[in-house]
C-alpha cells in the first residue's frame, strides 16, 4: 500500500510541473537575496524538498502530505502577501495538488488506512485529522492573512493589553495534531476565540474582524459538512473501552508529569529577531514551528492532551500505526 500511495503523490508531483509560475518554487528562497525571509518565514517549504521526502517514503498520510504543500501557500501569504503574483501560483499550486488527490479519494483512503491502522482504531485520532483538515483548509483563505502565525513586535502595538489568551491558526492546528480537541465543540470555541480577540483588538466594524468572521463560517461549514462522521467519532471517544480513553489515562498518571513546562501561547517578540532567531513564543513541533497551547488545564479537565507519539511509542505495533 505505501508503494501504491507514492505513486499516486508522485502522479501529483508530475501534474503541478505544467503549473504556470512553479519554477519560482521549485527551491529554497535564497537567504542570501532575501535575509529577511526567515524573520517572516519559520517553516520554510519547496517543492525540490517535498519531492525528495516523496522518493524517501516520508508521508504517511494525505494530511502530512498536504501540510507541507500548503506551506508553499502560507509562507508567500506571509511574506508577500495574500494579493502578490507568486501567492496566487502557490494557490495554483496548492488546488492542483488537491485536484489530484482528489480525483481518487476514494483510493487514497483505502491505502491510508492500510498504511496507519490507527485511524480505523482510535476515533481520537481521525477525529483529530478532520479537524487539522478543516484548519489547514481555512488558513489558506485569502481572509486568514491575519490569523495565521502570532503578531511580530512591529505588529502588536499593545495587542497584549487588550488580548487576555491569544490563539492563532498555526497554534489551533498544532493542538489537533496534539489530539487536544475530543468535539466539534472544543474545537469551535478556538476559532471563536480567534473571532473575539479580533473584536477586541481590532473592533466590531474592523476588516480584519470581518475576515476573522469569514474563517469562522467557513469552519461552521465545514464541520457542518462531516456532521455524520464527526458525530460518530464524538460517541466513540466517549465509550468506556475507546483506545483514546485509555491511552489518556495512561498519560495523565504518568507520562507528561515530568514533562516540560511549554512556552505560554501567543508570547510576542521583544524585539526583530535576526535571520537565525527563533521568534520567541514559537517551538518546533513536527515539520512546523507553532506556538505552544498550555496544556497543563487540558491534563487535569479531560486527559486529552497527548499526541501520536506519545500514544503509540509503546504499542507492540508501532511500526504500522502513524506516528506523528
Given at each position: ?12 508531483y ?6 504556470p509560475g ?5 527551491d529554497?528562497?535564497?537567504?542570501k ?7 517572516y ?13 516523496i ?30 503574483e507568486?501567492?496566487k501560483?502557490a ?6 495538488f ?8 476514494t483510493r ?5 488506512l492500510e ?7 482510535d476515533?481520537?485520532?481521525?477525529l ?21 502565525y502570532?503578531?511580530i ?5 499593545g ?8 490563539v492563532?491558526l498555526?497554534q489551533?492546528y498544532?493542538s ?7 468535539s466539534r465543540?472544543?474545537?469551535l470555541?478556538r476559532?471563536?476565540?480567534l473571532?473575539?480577540?479580533s473584536?477586541?483588538?481590532?473592533g466590531?466594524e474592523h476588516a480584519?474582524?470581518?475576515c476573522a468572521?469569514i ?14 462522521k464527526?458525530s460518530?467519532?464524538?460517541q ?13 489515562e495512561?498519560?495523565?498518571?504518568g507520562?507528561?508529569?515530568n514533562s516540560?513546562?511549554?512556552l505560554?501561547q501567543?508570547?510576542l ?10 521568534v ?5 513541533f ?5 506556538v ?8 487535569s ?13 509503546s ?8 506516528v506523528?
Amino acid at each position: 500500500p505505501l508503494l501504491s500511495f507514492y505513486n499516486i503523490l508522485e502522479e501529483a508531483y508530475k501534474e503541478v510541473q505544467v503549473v504556470p509560475g512553479v519554477s519560482d518554487f521549485m527551491d529554497p528562497v535564497s537567504s542570501k537575496l532575501y535575509p529577511e525571509y526567515r524573520v517572516y518565514v519559520k517553516s520554510p517549504m519547496d517543492l525540490k524538498t517535498i519531492k525528495e521526502n516523496i522518493s524517501n517514503y516520508h508521508y504517511k498520510c494525505q494530511e502530512e502530505f498536504m501540510e507541507h504543500v500548503s506551506l508553499l501557500l502560507l509562507n508567500s501569504t506571509r511574506f508577500n502577501g495574500p494579493d502578490h503574483e507568486l501567492t496566487k501560483v502557490a494557490g495554483d499550486i496548492v488546488k492542483t495538488f488537491k485536484d489530484c488527490l482528489a480525483a481518487q479519494f476514494t483510493r487514497v483512503r483505502e491505502l491510508e488506512l492500510e498504511i496507519n491502522p490507527a485511524i480505523e482504531k482510535d476515533p481520537l485520532i481521525s477525529l483529530s485529522l478532520l479537524f487539522r483538515e478543516i484548519t489547514r483548509e481555512i488558513s489558506m483563505l485569502p481572509e486568514a492573512a491575519h490569523f495565521i502565525y502570532p503578531l511580530i513586535v512591529e505588529e502588536a502595538h499593545g495587542y497584549t493589553d487588550k488580548v487576555r489568551e491569544p490563539v492563532f491558526l498555526i497554534q489551533i492546528y498544532q493542538s489537533c495534531k496534539k489530539l487536544n480537541y475530543r468535539s466539534r465543540d472544543e474545537f469551535l470555541s478556538r476559532i471563536d476565540l480567534l473571532v473575539n480577540n479580533s473584536i477586541d483588538y481590532y473592533g466590531l466594524e474592523h476588516a480584519n474582524t470581518r475576515c476573522a468572521e469569514i474563517l469562522r463560517q467557513r469552519g461552521m461549514e465545514l464541520l457542518a459538512s462531516y456532521s455524520e462522521k464527526l458525530s460518530e467519532l464524538e460517541q466513540n471517544i466517549l465509550l468506556p473501552h475507546s483506545p483514546s480513553n485509555l491511552l489518556s489515562e495512561t498519560v495523565v498518571s504518568g507520562s507528561l508529569e515530568n514533562s516540560p513546562k511549554p512556552l505560554r501561547q501567543g508570547e510576542l517578540l521583544t524585539e526583530t529577531p535576526t535571520f537565525d532567531d527563533t521568534v520567541v513564543g514559537y517551538e518546533e513541533f513536527g515539520d512546523m514551528n507553532v506556538v505552544e497551547e498550555e496544556i497543563t488545564d487540558d491534563i487535569s479537565e479531560d486527559g486529552a492532551a497527548y499526541s501520536y507519539d506519545q500514544a503509540y511509542n509503546s504499542s507492540e505495533d508501532n511500526d504500522d500505526m502513524y506516528v506523528d
